[in-house]
């Protein structure tokens, strides 16, 4: 009989990622801050440990590149790391963050660049005793107001109990482009509107960016979480006659650089936008109007984020100064029943069209998780952080902020579906009829949509305005579309949102930064085209200045085809 020979083959001790230099450094500081804060301060107020204490840190490159007139204007590249120290004081139930003093929860710091363990623990040992002083200072104030407030509507905990997290990522690589190669493209593109001599101002801009977050807190969570995006912005302006501004703008974006668009469909979409611009500042002005209406997909994704998306984030739900517009209305019907509305930040892509709203984890080391806000019609959840509201005591992974910003509940990937939905043409002549029913001469379409502000606070009130690019009149006795300028939508969003009678049977993204509290930071909307039985517009505002008194250089050159010399 042959024995067996058995052979043991050591196994490389990869299973997970290897704990970057970074990350051990911040929880070797953060494991000494928590032992030994508050433990031997000069007075009894200044003896208060922290019960939370976190570590984030961006760590990001970038590269940009910016052309205008179809020349290069600058061309740079950067590192930076960035320490946000997160200390609460006190308890979940009330802490130095309670109420108007929520800021105070974290202190930033920028970090050296290099993995020098020794100087990484002592720039966040420098962070963690100003986070500290600020949050006693707060604590104290926060503790007195206490004493003499009167009750609060909601009264749930300051911070919510979560079970820690972990997972160790690859680290981004530093961002590198063939920056010769860009810097072509770029001015090719801006060079587009120089055969626009109305198009005064413009300006593409390249931005690429690495960044990789970490986070180490006291519940025990560690994370490395890698995010890449590649973005490249065309921008151009004109002036009406008038003296109305326009602008058009548009964006393309991917993971990295390599998903961007050919140069000849940039081009080609670049053209567009300055055809536009001509033809917008020739366009007759609004006038005042309150009727049926369709937004495009893109426009209805706007619409959606601006008008209900705010105001489904946690944080509006609580405080005597937020407007609560949906508080009171989970389990009834907030919008027609053949609609429903998702947040999901795991989602990198919709169809074809990368998502700049996803992430794996939120600001709060908390994973990122699918949201079903409105389930046919009828408000189920809200977008939440770490904050409690009343009902809702747990976050679901929308915990987001720019760096040195506390985290709020916010938008990731903003998904509209419908179960109503008509082909183009079928939306269009649903249109007319609204329109010819009410006795109107036309019905509006919202082709684009640049951008608008939610009002969520009590002192003012709870309204919207939206600010549209590219708006046609729709004439029921079929005239053609004529596009007009200076439409501003303006409304309610409780009002607004129940006029939805129908939408299109394709969706579109729009994907942009969105600013509020906690911050700037990226998001994507994605919806059907919409058919409102009514919707409210006025003018924009309007400035004074005329358009330049000297003509652009080189315009004589890009007169009208086949003009006479004396017409020129």
């Keep these: 009989m042959i024995a067996a020979l058995a052979f043991v083959v050591p196994v490389p001790a990869r299973a997970q990622q290897a704990t970057p230099l970074l990350l051990d450094a911040m929880t070797t500081e953060l494991n000494?801050?928590?032992?030994?804060?508050?433990?031997?301060?000069?007075?009894?107020?200044?003896?208060?440990?922290?019960?939370?204490?976190?570590?984030?840190?961006?760590?990001?490159?970038?590269?940009?590149?910016?052309?205008?007139?179809?020349?290069?204007?600058?061309?740079?590249?950067?590192?930076?790391?960035?320490?946000?120290?997160?200390?609460r004081l006190g308890s979940p139930k009330l802490d130095n963050t309670h109420g108007t003093h929520r800021g105070s929860a974290v202190h930033t710091l920028q970090l050296p660049i290099t993995d020098d363990r020794e100087a990484l623990q002592r720039s966040l040992w420098l962070a963690t005793n100003g986070g500290y002083r600020n949050a006693l200072d707060n604590y104290l104030r926060v503790k007195t107001e206490a004493e003499v407030r009167a009750k609060e509507e909601d009264n749930s905990p300051d911070f919510s109990q979560e079970s820690p997290q972990n997972s160790i990522g690859k680290p981004a690589p530093l961002a590198r482009i063939d920056m010769a190669a860009w810097q072509q493209r770029v001015s090719a593109l801006s060079k587009v509107f120089r055969a626009y001599p109305d198009v005064y101002q413009n300006t593409v801009v390249l931005t690429v960016e690495n960044e990789t977050d970490y986070f180490a807190s006291s519940e025990g969570s560690k994370i490395v979480a890698p995010h890449l995006q590649a973005r490249l912005v065309v921008f151009a302006m004109t002036r009406a006659d008038d003296g109305m501004?326009?602008?058009?703008?548009?964006?393309?974006?991917?993971?990295?650089?390599?998903?961007?668009?050919?140069?000849?469909?940039?081009?080609?979409?670049?053209?567009?936008?300055?055809?536009?611009?001509?033809?917008?500042?020739?366009?007759?002005?609004?006038?005042?109007?309150?009727?049926?209406?369709?937004?495009?997909?893109?426009?209805?994704?706007?619409?959606?984020?601006?008008?209900?998306?705010?105001?489904?984030?946690?944080?509006?739900?609580?405080?005597?100064?937020?407007?609560?517009?949906?508080?009171?209305?989970?389990?009834?019907?907030?919008?027609?029943?053949?609609?429903?509305?998702?947040?999901?930040?795991?989602?990198?892509k919709y169809g074809n069209t990368w998502l700049s709203g996803q992430y794996q984890y939120d600001d709060e080391g908390q994973k990122a998780r699918r949201v079903d806000l409105i389930e046919d019609g009828v408000l189920k959840n809200f977008l939440m952080s770490r904050l409690p509201i009343a009902s809702f005591a747990n976050s679901n992974g929308h915990g987001r902020a720019q760096?040195?910003?506390?985290?709020?509940?916010?938008?990731?990937?903003?998904?509209?579906?419908?179960?109503?939905?008509?082909?183009d043409a079928q939306l269009r002549k649903q249109l007319i009829d609204q329109a010819r029913e009410q006795g109107k001469t036309y019905g509006l379409f919202f082709e684009d949509i640049s951008s608008g502000?939610?009002?969520?606070?009590?002192?003012?009130?709870?309204?919207?305005?939206?600010?549209?690019?590219?708006?046609?009149?729709?004439?029921?006795d079929g005239r053609p579309d004529e596009l007009v300028r200076g439409v501003s939508i303006v409304g309610t969003p409780l009002a607004a949102l129940k006029r939805i009678l129908a939408t299109g049977d394709k969706s579109e993204v729009f994907n942009g930064e969105c600013g509020a509290e906690s911050g700037t930071i990226p998001v994507s909307a994605v919806a059907p085209a919409m058919?409102?039985?009514?919707?409210?517009?006025?003018?924009?505002?309007q400035g004074t200045a005329r358009p330049p008194i000297l003509p652009i250089p080189g315009s004589e050159d890009h007169s009208t085809p086949g003009a006479s010399k004396e017409a020129k």
Excluded: W
């Excluded at 922290?50 to 061309?75: E, K, T, W």
């Excluded at 407007?323 to 919008?335: M, N, P, S, Y």
């Excluded at 760096?403 to 579906?417: A, C, E, F, H």
């Design 453 to 476: 502000f939610a009002v969520t606070t009590r002192s003012s009130p709870q309204a919207f305005s939206v600010i549209p690019l590219v708006v046609y009149r729709v004439y029921v």
């Design 403 to 423: 760096t040195g910003k506390v985290p709020t509940g916010r938008q990731g990937n903003l998904i509209v579906t419908s179960t109503n939905t008509v082909s």
């Design 531 to 541: 058919l409102l039985s009514e919707i409210e517009t006025q003018k924009q505002s």
């Design 32 to 87: 000494r801050a928590f032992s030994s804060l508050g433990k031997t301060g000069a007075t009894d107020d200044q003896k208060l440990p922290p019960y939370f204490l976190s570590y984030s840190i961006s760590d990001a490159s970038f590269v940009n590149v910016r052309a205008q007139f179809g020349a290069l204007v600058d061309s740079t590249s950067n590192h930076i790391r960035v320490a946000d120290v997160q200390v």
């Design 245 to 348: 501004d326009l602008f058009r703008a548009r964006t393309f974006e991917a993971e990295t650089i390599d998903g961007l668009p050919k140069q000849a469909e940039m081009e080609s979409e670049t053209k567009k936008l300055g055809e536009s611009l001509e033809a917008l500042r020739k366009a007759p002005l609004t006038e005042p109007f309150n009727g049926p209406a369709i937004l495009s997909g893109r426009a209805a994704a706007v619409f959606f984020h601006e008008v209900l998306g705010h105001r489904l984030e946690g944080q509006r739900q609580r405080g005597e100064e937020e407007g609560q517009t949906f508080t009171k209305e989970v389990g009834k019907e907030v919008l027609p029943p053949f609609l429903s509305v998702a947040d999901d930040p795991t989602l990198t």
